[in-house]
Nanobody
Framework: QVQLIESGGGLVQAGGSLRLSCAAS????????MGWFRQAPGKEREFVAA????????YYADSVKGRFTMSRDNTKNTVYLQMNSLKPEDTAVYYC?????????????????WGQGTQVTVSS
C-alpha cells in the first residue's frame, strides 16, 4: 500500500524559507509523477509543483516559479519542495501526491495517492 508522509511545515516570516519533505513507500515509483498541491482556507486545492520520478523533469505553477524548487532523492524514496522568498499568500496546507504516467497538466483529479498534508503559515 502506497504511503506518502509529508513533513517540514511550520510558521515562517515573509521572505523566509522552508523545505518540505515527502517520504514515499509501498512500491517503486519509477514511472510515477510526484506532485505538491496546496489548499488555503476557503479556496480550492491548487497545483504547486511536480517532478517525474525517473527522469527528474520538473513543472511549476506560475505563482511559485523562481521561488520554489522541487527535487527527488531516489535512494531515500523522498521528494522535497524547497520554498524560498515565502509570501503570506503561500499560507496553506501542502499535500504530496503521486500518480503513474506522465505529467498531463495541473489537475489534482488524476492523482491516485495523497499524503495527510502539512501546514505552512507565512506571517507578514
Amino acid at each position: 500500500q502506497v504511503q506518502l508522509i509529508e513533513s517540514g511545515g511550520g510558521l515562517v516570516q515573509a521572505g523566509g524559507s522552508l523545505r518540505l519533505s515527502c517520504a514515499a513507500s509501498g512500491r517503486t515509483f519509477s514511472g510515477y509523477i510526484m506532485g505538491w498541491f496546496r489548499q488555503a482556507p476557503g479556496k480550492e486545492r491548487e497545483f504547486v509543483a511536480a517532478v517525474g520520478w525517473s527522469i527528474g523533469n520538473t513543472y511549476y505553477a506560475d505563482s511559485v516559479k523562481g521561488r520554489f524548487t522541487m527535487s527527488r532523492d531516489n535512494t531515500k524514496n523522498t521528494v522535497y519542495l524547497q520554498m524560498n522568498s515565502l509570501k503570506p499568500e503561500d499560507t496553506a496546507v501542502y499535500y504530496c501526491a503521486s500518480k503513474r504516467g506522465y505529467f498531463g497538466g495541473y489537475s489534482d483529479t488524476t492523482y491516485d495517492y495523497w499524503g495527510q498534508g502539512t501546514q505552512v503559515t507565512v506571517s507578514s
